[in-house]
């Protein structure tokens, strides 16, 4: 096989719907769409970010029938890495750190990973290991890094060229960056730089919005969050730069929230994600988007990115609401329309059921 050229190569990603949460509008306040990226091929927002990379790589390369891709996530990225390159009949080996969930490395495995590998503490000891001794012996090998390429933010980007019209606010997770610099970056080219950006993250794992208050990167000592998937020690040098702009407002939330976020998605959509997506739902409670955004009105177009995530099950699910119950009852207000499940006041009275 020789060259290929962009009509030779299908996108490993799909297109996916922009839905209207009327749960969640009233509970914001204001228009809530659901950009739903967890109907990806992977189930995350990764399947166009490493999927993009992936299939740069493949049109550039000049023996494409020879390529091995490698990755070093045991998380999202991996999985998107596997689904991507099998999806374009290349192979793909995962190295992932000994700490990876039994979960994760299943899945991994049944997308059809070549090989799955476990070494190392630390995703920076799994990554050091594929790239010196891995991917070294491998001189058709094709490194996949999760977050910090120009490919993989390019590849995101496309998120905001779906959209139909402009909002007025768009919220997204941030980990390493790869969603929120590929957004910010969609927003430049259609020309709406104007748009705010809400940058969520989870304490223990905000180290956005360290770096943002220290004017530096900063890397954390450790990841003490729930969002694993948020799990980046210190972002990329490029989302650090977007992060400045006038545009952004960083915000930080507790896992607690986050779980409620994960909770309150599958009991009013139907829809069930990690903590790292749902930290980004979390926020259209208790009034606190209009507060962080006080410009917008109930007309206004909210955007929240569901980035989706494969390291969840409904047994989590269901611990995550044991272990946090207390919390819709410290932030719930009478503006939140909940399920009839997570309403912490509105308990079922036997006497009216017929």
């Known amino acids: 096989m020789g060259s290929l050229g962009p009509s030779d190569v299908p996108k490993p990603w799909i297109p996916t719907p922009l839905k209207e949460s009327s749960p969640l509008s009233r509970a914001a306040g204001c228009r809530i769409f659901l950009k739903l990226e967890n109907l ?64 994760m490395i299943a899945k991994i495995k049944t997308a059809g990973a070549s090989k799955v590998i476990q070494h190392g503490n630390s995703w920076a000891e799994a990554d050091k290991f594929l790239r010196e001794e891995v991917l070294a012996n491998d001189p058709h090998g094709v490194y996949v890094p999760p977050f910090d390429h120009d490919d993989v933010r390019s590849g995101t980007s496309t998120i905001v060229e779906e959209l139909e019209e402009k909002p007025d606010a768009i919220v997204c997770s941030v980990g390493g960056g790869g969603l929120f610099s590929g957004i910010q970056l969609g927003l430049e080219a259609r020309g709406w730089g104007n748009v705010s950006v809400l940058a969520m993250e989870t304490e223990g794992a905000e180290s956005l919005a360290r770096s943002l208050k220290e004017d530096e990167l900063v890397t954390l000592p450790a990841i003490t ?14 989302t650090f730069v977007l992060g400045k702009r006038r545009n952004v407002t960083s915000v930080v939330l507790s896992d607690a929230e986050a779980a409620m976020g994960c909770w309150r998605l599958a009991d009013d959509e139907r829809l069930v994600v990690e903590p790292a997506c749902g930290v980004s739902v979390a926020v259209c409670y208790d009034g606190r988007l209009k507060q962080l955004l006080p410009k917008l009105t109930n007309e206004s177009r909210v955007v929240v990115i569901i980035c989706g995530g494969s390291d969840i099950t409904l047994e989590m699910l269901m611990g995550y609401r044991k272990k946090y119950a207390d919390i819709e009852r410290l932030t719930t207000n009478d503006r939140d329309v909940p399920s009839t499940l997570s309403a912490p006041n509105e308990a079922m009275d036997d006497s009216k059921v017929s």
């Open 40 to 103: 990806q091929p992977s189930g995350s927002f990764k399947s166009r970010a490493v999927g993009n990379l992936i299939r740069q790589a493949l049109i550039t390369s000049p023996k494409p029938d020879c390529i091995h891709f490698y990755s070093s996530s045991g998380g999202n990225a991996g999985l998107a890495c596997v689904t991507a390159a099998r999806s374009l009949q290349r192979p793909a080996t995962v190295v992932v750190p000994i700490s990876t969930k039994p979960l």
């Open 225 to 238: 969050s729930i969002a694993t998937s948020l799990g980046a020690k210190r972002v990329a040098q490029k």
